[in-house]
């Protein structure tokens, strides 16, 4: 038993279904937590898992609960999960700490990348990633989602990246450090609530046998890290671009007249902009995560194929 196997409370069905090399698809908790509202978060929580079902794979949504790493929740859990007040952010750095302690965390892409890879899961849906933040040239607030990508063995299906980020140094940092970035089914690198960021993604992927294949190819040589395949929201929930944009400019500057920084920020920023375009763009939030939950389990079902 490897040392790392103590901490985990693997869910029996992913147990058994990660024993067959089955497909599992990882979600992650910080959504949950910290980035989306009571009760929507627990209506899209559990649609994700669903979701996943429906398309041939078996969901581990990993959260910590009182210092135990949870791979799988139950739905008692997810509910307690989604209504708590003070659940820890918890990203790579955190992860001793809140284990130590004996907190709840709520795990970022990082923290779940690592976890997911540490129970054997390769494949993980989220809704956007963290990356570069506008401004970083002098805050340097850069999400150690990024540096995650490049070492741990997890691909993320994710709708890109938000334009509360500086998505142009965002896509430069993934390349230097040598993160595949994906779009799906086009050729432009999505932007979170709106299908199209203004930035060609590096890769296009025109279905999930060749994202399962890239990814085995990859980890076949040893390249470790991760990869992102971009998903663009369905355009029938797309918030269209002037709202957001607009939306996302005031709320970057509230954040700044008050001093919001840190790990406080992206949920900051995803409250204020709920707020100004009236709840549209949670409606987006939700639908993009559901669609990417589908390609998380077509592009882990196509790789438990080829093995
Ligand atoms: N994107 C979302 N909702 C979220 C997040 C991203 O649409 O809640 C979360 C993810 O867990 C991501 C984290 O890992 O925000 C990034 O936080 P930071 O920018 O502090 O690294
Ligand atoms: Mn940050």
């Not at 739905?75 to 989604?82: G, R």
């Not at 952010?89 to 302690?101: E, I, P, Q, T």
């Not at 849906?125 to 970083?136: I, K």
Request: aromatic content about 6%.
């Amino acid at each position: 038993m490897k040392a790392v196997e103590k901490y985990l409370d693997i869910q029996g069905e992913v147990r058994e279904a990660l024993a067959k090399g089955q497909a599992v698809v990882a979600l992650e908790s910080t959504i949950i937590s910290h980035g989306m509202p009571y009760p929507d978060n627990l209506e899209c929580a559990a649609a994700c898992e669903r979701i996943v079902r429906e398309h041939g794979a078996i969901p581990a949504t990993i959260a910590i609960l009182k210092g135990r790493v949870k791979i799988g929740l139950t739905s008692e859990d997810l509910s307690y999960l989604a209504s708590a007040k003070s659940v820890f952010k918890c990203s790579r750095r955190d992860l001793g700490y809140v284990l130590a302690r004996g907190l709840d965390g709520a795990t970022t892409v990082a923290a779940t990348m690592i976890l997911a890879a540490r129970a054997g899961i390769r494949f993980f849906a989220t809704g956007g990633v963290g990356g570069v933040h506008r401004g970083a040239e002098s805050t340097m607030d850069i999400s150690a989602d990024m540096t995650e990508l490049q070492t741990t063995d997890v691909c993320v299906i994710s709708a890109g990246v938000k334009s509360i980020l500086d998505i142009g140094r965002t896509l430069e940092y993934l390349e230097t450090l040598g993160v595949p970035v994906a779009a799906f089914s086009q050729n432009r690198f999505p932007a979170f609530y709106t299908p199209d960021s203004g930035f060609d993604a590096p890769l296009r992927l025109d279905s999930a046998e060749d994202a399962a294949k890239m990814m085995k190819i990859k980890w076949d040589f040893d390249l470790h890290g991760g990869a992102i395949i971009g998903n663009p929201i369905p355009k029938e929930y797309a918030v269209p671009p002037e709202k957001i944009n607009a939306a996302i400019d005031s709320a970057l500057k509230q954040a700044g007249e008050r001093g919001i920084a840190g790990k406080a920020l992206t949920p900051f920023l995803l409250d204020k902009i709920k707020e100004l375009t009236g709840g549209e763009s949670l409606e987006a939030n939700k639908h993009l995560v559901y669609n990417n939950a589908a390609l998380a389990a077509d592009i882990a079902s196509a790789f438990a194929a080829l093995k």
